[in-house]
T-cell receptor
Framework: GAGVSQSPSNKVTEKGKDVELRCDPI?????LYWYRQSLGQGLEFLIY????????KSGLPSDRFSAERTGGSVSTLTIQRTQQEDSAVYLC???????????FGSGTRLTVV | ELKVEQNPLFLSMQEGKNYTIYCNYS?????LYWYRQDPGKSLESLFV?????AVKQEGRLMASLDTKARLSTLHITAAVHDLSATYFC?????????????FGKGTLLTVNP
């Protein structure tokens, strides 16, 4: 596609429910990142996929968070048993190579009530 | 662990004035990125700086990179209201076999008439 597509754009969920956030990167981009941005805060790294290599999961805040990337393209970030502190905007970015920079999606605003 | 520090974090300036935002980082890297974020929006790429001494300009914004000092600057010339936004710098550095884009906390710029 022309850009990085994320869905849903907004998600309101009850505490304790599981949610899935989707990221469709730019076609051909081998690197895919997930970041979290809490209200008024900077960007917190969550997870990074590069081609067929094992993902870098070092930023995932707890074992309730997981992510996968199928076929080297679409990625899904899953949050189990959501808590109120999970409320944030979840941003996905993809990159062909670092020379070209990173393109961000519009994000998913998650609200846990 | 790579650390990226921006200052100032808050900047209020009058239209027509000049100012500089600073971005320091803690490890060797020759890849630095500047992004703009408007309220409720995603990140828009402004500049990609890929070598020591790189300077790029777009309109009233100019970015430079000094890899020896581990410092990038974003200079604003004759500010206008439309430049009001949050500006992030991000550094892309090797961490073992992976690359991780690490962001500063952002500079909230408000340009007053």
């Amino acid at each position: 596609g022309a850009g990085v597509s994320q869905s849903p754009s907004n998600k309101v969920t009850e505490k304790g429910k599981d949610v899935e956030l989707r990221c469709d990167p730019i076609s051909g981009h081998t690197a895919l990142y997930w970041y979290r941005q809490s209200l008024g805060q900077g960007l917190e790294f969550l997870i990074y996929f590069q081609g067929n290599s094992a993902p870098d999961k070092s930023g995932l805040p707890s074992d309730r968070f997981s992510a996968e990337r199928t076929g080297g393209s679409v990625s899904t970030l899953t949050i189990q048993r959501t808590q109120q502190e999970d409320s944030a905007v979840y941003l996905c970015a993809s990159s062909l190579n670092r020379v070209g920079g990173y393109t961000f999606g519009s994000g998913t605003r998650l609200t846990v009530v | 662990e790579l650390k990226v520090e921006q200052n100032p974090l808050f900047l209020s300036m009058q239209e027509g004035k000049n100012y500089t935002i600073y971005c320091n980082y803690s490890t060797t890297s020759d890849r630095l990125y500047w992004y703009r974020q408007d309220p409720g929006k995603s990140l828009e790429s402004l500049f990609v700086l890929l070598s020591n001494g790189a300077v790029k300009q777009e309109g009233r914004l100019m970015a430079s990179l000094d890899t020896k000092a581990r410092l990038s600057t974003l200079h604003i010339t004759a500010a206008v209201h439309d430049l009001s936004a949050t500006y992030f710098c991000a550094v892309d550095a090797d961490e073992g076999s992976n690359y991780k884009l690490t962001f500063g906390k952002g500079t909230l710029l408000t340009v007053n008439p």
